[in-house]
């Protein structure tokens, strides 16, 4: 996992073991080579926060290009911190992005439609990506606090499984950048609704914090949901960039007290 040049001035965030599947196209995107500036400086994504929207738009045409597509072959959820994940097909091209939103509460997309790039948006949450090697399908899904409690991963999961019987031993999984256990420290009623939700794991994902608070380890509680669902350990990989102690390169809501961009992880099938 490593930021590049992906064949243009656009720098990349991308996996080997998703390199390594032919018929993927990935990355994340980064704060560099947009044409936004000022809190959004310069390759914001969201069409929500304030940016405008001409220059969000020029960031998506970079985008697209640095991954062979265009604007009007992507997907974008509507983010809202649920656990509703949806399969879209080329009838859904565009959405969010070329034409107007057209879902109002969807965390995650699954598709097996060739050309179709899946789009997620983030700072500080956690990005979860989902390819079926066997069946050619992939999934992409925002999971936050609520989310991961929610276990979207496993809604995910179950989700290819009936559209696609994806066998979740083949799927290979991706943990994208996100807050760190050092920098995520959340209050005890968060805390507690986690304890609930991982019985057993609690000192996987919870660290001793100050009073009334603890660390939470929101990467590794998405891991456990994928384990439980019976995808291997070995084929879950996540990154080392923690978005609050690289603020400089990703956009984090935290590190800025919530005045920021959004950065996007896009997956795709290649036509």
Known sequence: MYPEEDGTSLPLVTF????????????FTTRYGGASSGIFDSMDLSFTRGDDRELVCENYRRVAGA???????????????????????EENAGNGVTIPQKFDDMDGFIT????????????DCVPLMFADPVHRA?????????????KIGAVTIHAMEEAFHTDPKDLVCVIGPSICRDCYEVSDDVADAFRKAFPGHEDEILYP??????????????RITMTGCGVPDEQIHTSDLCTKEN?????????????HGNFCGILGIRP
């Not at 097996?112 to 700072?123: E, I, K, Q, R, W």
């Not at 009073?211 to 380890?217: F, K, N, S």
């Open 16 to 27: 080997d073991a998703f390199r390594e599947l032919s018929f993927l196209s990935h990355g």
């Open 67 to 89: 991954l062979g597509t265009e604007p009007s072959k992507m997907c974008l959820t509507r983010q809202v911190h649920h656990t509703n994940v949806c399969r879209v097909t």
């Open 112 to 123: 097996d439609t060739p050309g179709l790039f899946l789009v997620t948006s983030f700072a």
């Open 138 to 150: 992939i999934g992409s899904c925002h999971s936050g606090w609520r989310g991961t409690v929610g």
């Open 209 to 222: 914090g100050r009073p009334g608070h603890a660390q939470l380890d929101l990467p590794a509680a998405c």
């Open 247 to 259: 603020s400089e390169l990703l956009f984090s809501h935290r590190a800025s007290r919530g005045q």
